[in-house]
């Protein structure tokens, strides 16, 4: 999401006349978007910007992203920073623009009359964005989050939940496709809760009816809101990538409930059960993949509880899991909860799972070899390509041919290892 809203910021600043410089020291203006998910986010930006104002006295810095609210930060940054503005409120960022820009370097800019931007949280995505390649984009469908699990600070950071206009996400995604882009990813903290015009399901259903060649898919969903239609949507769409991602986060419901989530260990089970089933009626013969996120030393999580979010992994026989060591964010409930997990052990728990995890992977991946599969190649290096099936696995191709990189090609899969795969074009 972060990265999607940096687009947003570089096609704004861009529609003012101001143009990328090659290097961060070259830059007059320089927008820090930091995340705020975990310590080590935090401390990577604090780091950056102290050692940029020591050697650039003159350049602007901004800041903004999850943390740019915090008082702390504010507090912590106020000497360095020239304008703390949160993602959702751009007109602060647009106002501070149009009354310092002259004084930035000695470029003629110009200043439009009044502010663009409408004062409300949602208004910046209607940003049109500077995309980093033209063959992938992300698009926004929604921002914030009412879930308030217990260890995230996204709900502090981005507010309530608000979905954008049906139809403008569909004139982005049409957009998107007549200007060559293969792959379409939806964005938002928790998609499946989605509601404007349409919800979830009759959006991606929308989407999927747009004429041209493209994948499209989502990240991210709670297993609380993953509804019957919406695995059925997925099953039978023909764009809609075969990968989902549900975030599972613990496998022990005692954490499950310290954690807010709002589901048990069976349920989560029974949904991936239902998307087997579904996947298996409706595009048999095509792999399907299943990624998580989990959090190891949640506060209080004993080791049986632990062996929980094992037994889960075992179950599941994921493709992926993104693993987070917990962190207490300031803000959110588990910070007034004691951290009494030690972090060698959460080490120790998160290497565990990751055993699991490349046993659960590479036996996956063992179903791919022989199958000829979409690959949309994203880059090249010494003669060899690099792309990502529509389950996101990442394929090596050997291949002569020139020119491939933004291209969906079809590869025969010849061998497979835990991370990636490895194939031939056809
Ligand atoms: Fe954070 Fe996701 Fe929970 Fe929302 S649903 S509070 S974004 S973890």
Known sequence: MNVSDSERISGFLESKGYKSAQSISEA?????????????????????????????????????GCIAHRSDVQKLLKNKVD????????????????ENCLEI???????????????????????????????????????????????????????REVSRPAEEILAEVQDLVKKGYKHI??????????????????????????????????????PKDFSDE???????????????HLPVQAGNDAILQKMNRRYTQAHYLKLLGKIRQAMKKH?????????????????GETRKQFADSAKIMEKARFDMVFFGQFSPRPGTAAWQMKDDVAQKEKARR?????????????????????????????????????????????????????????????????????????GEII
């Open 28 to 64: 007059a203006l320089v927008v820090f978007n930091t995340c705020g998910i975990k310590q080590t986010a935090e401390n990577r930006a604090y780091s950056f910007i102290h050692n940029l104002r020591k050697h650039h006295n003159d350049v602007k810095i901004i800041l903004t």
């Open 83 to 98: 304008l703390f503005f949160s993602i959702s409120d751009m007109f602060l960022f647009e106002n501070w623009i149009i």
């Open 105 to 159: 370097g000695n470029w003629k800019l110009e200043i439009p009359a009044q502010n663009n931007l409408p004062k409300e949280n949602i208004a910046y995505l209607s940003i049109a964005p500077k995309h980093n390649n033209k063959y992938q984009a992300f698009v926004p469908i929604m921002t914030g989050c009412d879930n308030f699990c217990a260890y995230c600070v996204v709900p502090h950071a981005r507010g």
């Open 185 to 222: 990813t939806l964005l938002g903290q928790n998609v499946n809760s989605y509601k404007s015009t349409a919800d979830f399901p009759q959006l991606l259903k929308k989407i999927d009816r747009i004429p041209g060649k493209f994948w499209v898919s989502f990240v991210s969903s709670h």
């Open 230 to 244: 919406l695995i059925g949507i997925i099953a039978r769409c023909k764009k809609v990538c075969e990968w989902i």
């Open 283 to 299: 595009k048999p013969r095509i792999p399907y993949s299943l990624s998580s996120d989990i959090i190891v030393g949640f506060p």
């Open 350 to 422: 998160e290497k565990f799972l990751n055993e699991i995890l490349k046993k659960t992977t590479l036996a996956n991946n063992k179903k791919y070899v022989g199958k000829i599969m979409e690959v949309l190649v994203e880059k090249e290096k010494d003669g060899v390509y690099f792309g990502k099936t529509r389950t996101m696995k990442n394929v090596k191709i050997l291949s002569a041919k020139k020119d491939l990189i933004g291209k969906i090609i079809k590869v025969k899969i010849t061998k497979v290892n835990i991370w990636n795969l490895e």
